[in-house]
């Protein structure tokens, strides 16, 4: 047989590292499975390092800032061996019974078990100008950006929790903020809700979508379509802040796992078992609904004890099959 | 790894607009998560490509000048600058790869 085996077969490789693929790495490290983690070149801790407050982590009465949280958990997952490396995985090969990982860097890694926990990545409103617009005004990035709109009128779409956020941290900078929502009443949490609500500076525009962002060379107004009665009328604006929500990020293994109708991954009832053996998924990459950091963190958790049980199911399989093969070769010869 | 030089309003034009090489500027500030991740990106850039590039940083907090004479309203940015004219706006943090793809003319 000409296939080469592997230099090294690593037990798992987490591929992300938001709350899901640090937690996955807490719990596999301490089970001696020496993971390496993923983290991404340029991603590592995932969305939660471009928020500020998060106040509904339990264990954290006062609070904690996203990026601490973030840096926490990686310690934590270092404290007990994980490999984490700020590293991209830009192909994956995922169906034989030893995985095969390619690195943005170069080089790839080989491994029994992967955990996919790549998160999900913001939607864009698919709008003319938008694009273009985008980094010109138009943002998705409201503690990077807020800054540099300092006393000027800009916008929020969405009416989730992330927008509200977005919105109220907003008012930090500007003289008013429009927050433009589909409908006629708020996704977001009622805590979060009461608070935009309760700020001076923030207006909502109810039962409106954003047709249109233009400006040149930078923002300078919306076209915007009420939903109700269909009448269309323009927005002064300077900046544009996008917070509709996320999509799964599957592209990398879209082609080698089944997906769910919602885009996300498909797993197996409650367990993180993916359609492949070896393959599990956790966090934002399989939960089109509750996206929340804590449960992206419980997630993981469940990975990695699937990643511990499969590896022990499979040695066992392994060492019953090693057993056998004298006979096989005594037969053969 | 070479640190990456810091510019500022006072040297911008010395530094970036009257340099020989084509210029990779970074506009980024402390409380931007992002920025922060694109630095070591950039570090390993700057060093596989010193032959043809120079990469230095601005802190846009500390230079308001330069930052709203470009019109910057998002970071990171990374404009390459060329003779005194900027050639081309990358927004976001990217990995090396991206990068260097993006800015592939100048490397």
Redesign the interface.
Known sequence: MTHQMPDQVHDVIIVGSGPAGYTAAVYTARANLSPIVLAGSVTAGGELMNTTDVENFPGFPEGVMGPDLMMNMEAQARRFGADIRNEDATALKLDAPIKEITLGSGGTLHARSVILATGSAYRELGVPGEKQLSGHGVSWCATCDGFFFRDQVIAVVGGGDSAMEEALFLTKFASKVYVIHRRDSLRASQIMADRAKANEKIEFIWDTEVIEVRGDGKVSELELRNLVDGTESTLDVSGLFVAIGHDPRVQLFADQVDLTSEGTVQVEGRTSRTSLPGVFAAGDVLDPHYRQAITAAGSGCVAALDVEEYLADTADTDAAEAHQTPKVDVAAG | MAEIKAVTDATFEDDVLKADKTVLVDFW?E?????R??G??LEKLADEHTAKIEVVKLN??ENPGT?AKY???????VFAFDGGEKVH?S???????ALEQEFAQWL
Request: with cysteine; glycine share 10%; aromatic share 4%.
């Open positions: 500030a409380w931007c998560g992002p920025c991740a694109l070591p990106e846009v907090d930052a019109g910057i309203t998002s970071i990171p940015a706006a927004i976001g943090a990217k990995p090396k790869p």
